[in-house]
């Protein structure tokens, strides 16, 4: 049965745990999947910028064998002559096996999946969702703590329009054990809706604080994020927060020695180049995870449409 990916809750617990066995058994074996896509074809839509989502997502499909097209701009395809979200995934649904889309209006995905007669991924839609990011940084807390429960991580930056934060709450709160430190200025706090529908259902302990540095010896995670100027409406509030936190060697004095630093990327300013060096630093890593986490999930996806 087709099946999209629009949000991180479309996944269970149990379907996360296997994406990451999956991938692990990738890295593990590369040629056991050299073929597995074979004359699949993925098309990339994005109608926003991106450089690893899309490359990633390209990468992914090129190293199960199979193929790719792409529109790698709103303006390069006929979404510029007003061409709808709709009609554009009926469209693609005819020349691809499964579609990954970004677009900058939070709920385009849906549109989408709901339109395309093939599975479509969320690559992300506006400040909503960024569920295979999430899946890069499942990988990457897996592959570092070897565990997804009793750790205490450390959310900093943009969280009110960081997409990439909301879903990693959302997954991370389902296992036991988990707290968070919201660490923001006030204006880019996580928005209530996130702390409302997720963290108080779940029961799981949160704290808001502006200090980076106060919250530091606690973290076993610390997920860095970009101040988005592409979410502001207003340039002066973007230039007055774009460096509320930057991450220096100093910052880290009190830091565990097995801190895993995570950053989903693109970074700006908020860590400094002189920490990537440091053995904690994990966002890198992070990168190339994400292409063995999408690679599992094309394979999930192609494999319950009947595809493969
Ligand atoms: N992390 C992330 O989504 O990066 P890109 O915008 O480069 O795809």
Known sequence: MKRSVIDIVDLSAQELEELVATAEDIIANPDKYAHACDRKKLAT????????????????????????????????????????????????????????????????????ATNASVPVINAGDGGHCHPTQTLADLLTIWREKR????????????????????????????YPGNRF???????????SYVKRDVLKQHNVPYVQTTDLESAMPELDILYMTRVQRERFFNEEDYLRLKDSYILTPDKLKNAKQDLAILHPLPRVNEIS????????????????????????????????????
């Open 181 to 191: 430190v919201l660490i923001s200025p006030e204006e880019l706090k996580v928005p």
């Open 273 to 308: 180049v002189a920490i990537d060096d440091d053995p904690r630093a994990c966002y890198f890593k992070q990168v190339l995870n994400g292409k063995f986490m999408r690679m599992a999930l094309i394979l999930k996806l192609l494999k319950e449409a009947g595809t493969l």
């Open 45 to 112: 839509l994005f109608f926003e910028p991106s450089t690893r989502t899309r490359m990633s997502f390209e990468a992914a499909m090129y190293e199960l064998g199979g193929h790719v097209i792409s529109v790698s701009s709103a303006m390069s395809s006929s979404a510029a002559k007003g061409e709808s979200v709709a009609d554009t995934a009926k469209t693609v649904s005819c020349y691809a096996d499964i579609i990954a889309m970004r677009h900058p209006k939070e709920g385009a995905a849906y549109v989408a």
């Open 147 to 174: 565990r997804f429960d009793g750790l205490t991580i450390g959310l900093c930056g943009d969280l009110k329009f960081g997409r990439t934060v909301h879903s990693l709450i959302n997954a991370m709160s389902r």
